[in-house]
């Protein structure tokens, strides 16, 4: 990587091979190379495949998961990303085979076997998932028929997830979560479901959020027959087939099991996101549209939109009047989160400076470009320097991002949001657009920030 102390921010320099994953509204003609491996040399905010498997699976609060790897791999734990449940909590216990030089010479397969017979009798769980980590991919562990092993044992599906770190990007893991989640479904009684129900994907339940979306279905008339998996049970998983439609949140995560679902079990599904008052409204609204043959779950639609709206818009409005004109960089994990945001800081009086994600596809992109407005920087599998130089050279106020950018913002001497997997407070639905609202009022206005060497550092207007 090229010298990182800069002068000025213009100073910071951007490695050539990036250049085409970087662009600038209404600069030049539109192109952004997207959906390919990090580069070598650029520290990228991605995390590997594993972690993108184990952000989907492991809301499955009364499963087993066992990560085959070294103890290292296993550090992203429940205490980092700490989906909630209502009920059992067994995905909270963090287990790994702690493979050592000695099983990556002669191989890890019976560790695994009596690791898995060994914690599943320990903890009775309703299912087990095997995650393979990069070293496992290396020497070759045969994971498949160790799982299928055990489960002729144990009499509970115990589901390979084949998660090798190297094996491509984030998204790679999610598509591997998937294909394991895929194996349960269908496996369940669906006598029961009700034709106007509906599985909730996508949806992780970091803070709550589940509980809220769930309740707001449930309040329309629709059945919710399993949320995916936030607050997650196996049982459900297994019965989800039963549903009439499946609603999908973010680009990324699980459309793979909806594309799965559809085409095995006939199940159509739409996109939503649950984030900011436009967004939420269009997610019940168009769950209300699929049931059109019962037009008494539109008007409960109506109503309760019309009554959570009206219930949060005066504190939003007195938000609004101290946010006009302040600025925002967003970084984000998949590209859906980042339209919901851009529309929820523009109600919010906001300008959006910079949008990036790390999982975007190309029409991600072509969509940021026709939401962004003149100006603003769109990256893709951005770095830190990168998300610094834009962020300093933009005059941002205020940077929304996960665990590995709040340094930056801070460095930067900027507010921060976490609109990520370690935050502790729901950002989803109404009352999550006015916790979103207080947070970056709270941030932005903080005096803390007169103080910050790099605000200073960055010259007078530096975050308006
Ligand atoms: S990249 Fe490989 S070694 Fe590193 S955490 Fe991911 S699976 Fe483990």
């Keep these: 990587m090229a010298e990182s102390s800069a002068k000025t921010t213009t100073d910071i320099p951007i490695l050539k091979e990036r250049e085409s994953q970087i662009y600038q509204k209404g600069k030049a003609p539109f192109r952004m190379t997207c959906g390919k491996h990090s580069l070598a040399g650029s520290v990228s905010q991605r995390a590997c495949v594993f972690c993108g498997s184990r952000v989907v699976l492991y809301p499955i609060a009364d499963a087993l998961h066992l990560i085959h790897g070294p103890i290292g791999c296993a550090a992203y734990t429940w205490d980092i990303r700490g989906a909630l449940s209502s009920g059992p909590e067994l995905h909270r216990l963090s287990f790994s085979t702690d493979l050592q030089e000695k099983d990556v010479i002669f191989g890890g397969e019976k560790k695994l076997y009596h690791a898995l017979v060994a914690l599943i009798e320990t903890h009775q769980p309703k299912a087990a998932f095997v995650y393979s980590t990069c070293i496992v991919g290396i020497i070759g562990d045969d994971v498949a028929a160790v799982c299928k092993q055990v489960e002729k044992k ?121 984030f900011g008052i436009e967004d939420q409204s269009k997610a019940l609204y ?67 400076v910079l949008a990036g994600s790390q999982t975007g596809n190309e029409a991600d992109y072509e969509m940021l470009r026709d939401m962004c407005d003149d100006g603003t920087i769109i990256l893709d599998d951005a770095n830190p320097l990168e998300l610094s130089k834009y962020i300093l050279e933009k005059k941002a106020d205020l940077f929304i991002g996960g665990v590995k950018e709040r340094p930056i913002a801070y460095k930067m001497g900027i507010g921060f949001c976490d609109h990520n997997h370690e935050r502790k407070i729901p950002l989803a639905g109404y009352s999550g657009m006015l916790n979103f609202a ?8 903080s005096p803390v920030w007169q103080f910050a060497p790099g605000r200073k550092e960055a010259g007078p207007g530096a975050g308006g």
């Design 154 to 274: 144990v009499g509970i599906p115990v589901l390979p997830v084949h998660s090798e770190g190297f094996k491509g990007t984030k998204k790679d893991g999610y598509k591997a979560a998937c294909n394991a989640l895929f194996h349960l479904v269908g496996q369940g009684d669906v006598s029961d479901v009700s034709p106007y129900s509906i599985n909730i994907l996508g949806e992780f339940n970091i803070g709550g959020e589940a509980w809220i979306i769930r309740d707001y279905y449930q309040r329309m008339g629709v059945e919710v027959v399993s949320t995916m998996t936030g607050d997650g049970r196996v049982d459900d998983v297994r019965r989800s087939h039963g549903a009439a439609l499946n609603v999908v949140q973010c680009s990324g995560a699980m459309t793979t099991l909806a594309e799965m679902m559809q085409e095995k079990y006939g199940i159509p599904y739409i996109r939503v996101s649950y």
């Design 286 to 352: 168009d769950v209300a549209a699929h049931f059109s043959d019962r037009p008494e779950i539109m008007e409960r639609t109506r109503r309760i939109v019309r009554d959570e709206v009206q219930r949060i818009t005066p504190e939003l409005r007195k938000i609004r009047q101290a946010l006009e004109g302040k600025r925002a960089a967003i970084y984000v994990g998949g590209a859906f989160k980042a339209f919901s945001l851009i529309k929820a800081l523009r109600y919010l009086g906001m300008d959006v």
């Design 438 to 445: 207080r947070e970056v009022y709270g941030t932005v206005s």
